[in-house]
């Protein structure tokens, strides 16, 4: 049991229309089609390891970051893979990038770039690494299943297989990807990642938000003035 893997979030309400990131982190939640990726990525992760359902073995351990978007993505993954009493840890090392008072594309081409007060992918980069460094004793005993986001999985992706910048920041990380890695050592102990081929899971981006349709003002009531008969 020495598995590792991340899961992108299924498409949220920021992901169909920015407008969304300027609310706190209760309006970024799943969309119609966020919750089939989700789905989706489930039936891959279910045919990994059987004995992750087994109750009492611990063969599984579960992480979320903090953001409403991934712990939905965690519950409905794991209810489809019939782990429904497995409760993800929540890990803030894997929230997602802070992108400053505004986005700038920038910001995810340039590993440098940390935009206006936000975080560049060498600082989530660095940031990671923590998160990487608290589940690697787990790894010994149960596999590691962890939810994050777009510029977080890229950090921890580029810190396990040694991606340059450039590769980090070209690597795609689609809603509801999962990235599966197996841990194995070098004749001196040293831990290497070699990435899992897992089948085609990703669904493409199908649902969409629009501007709610303008609702008329009810109509007013009129009153008659003529006799009662």
């Not at 981006?205 to 008969?229: F, H």
């Amino acid at each position: 049991m020495n598995r590792l893997i991340f899961v992108r979030h299924g498409g949220s309400t920021g992901n169909e229309d920015p407008a969304f990131y300027a609310y706190n982190d209760s309006a970024l939640c799943l969309t119609t089609n966020g919750i089939r990726q989700a789905l989706a990525t489930a039936g891959i992760l279910a045919q990994i390891e059987p004995r992750w359902g087994k109750p009492g073995n611990f063969a599984l351990e579960v992480f979320a970051s903090e953001y409403n978007r991934a712990q939905q993505t965690a519950r409905i993954t794991l209810d489809q893979m019939n782990l429904l009493s497995l409760r993800p840890r929540i890990a803030p090392l894997l929230n997602e990038r802070d992108y400053g008072i505004a986005y700038d594309k920038r910001m995810d081409e340039q590993a440098d770039d940390a935009g206006q007060g936000g975080e560049s992918g060498l600082q989530a980069k660095r940031r990671v690494l923590g998160f990487l460094k608290e589940v690697s004793p787990l790894l010994d005993r149960a596999d590691v299943l962890a939810f994050s986001h777009f510029g977080a999985i890229r950090a921890l992706v580029a810190n396990l297989i040694h991606l340059s910048d450039a590769e980090m920041m070209a690597l795609d990380v689609p809603n509801g990807g999962a990235f599966a890695f197996e841990r194995s050592f070098t004749a001196d102990g040293a831990q290497i990642f070699t990435q899992m081929l897992l089948p085609d899971h990703i669904l493409p981006k199908q649902a969409y938000i629009t501007e709610p349709p303008t609702v008329a003002p009810p109509p007013q009531l009129s009153t008659w003035a003529g006799k009662s008969k």
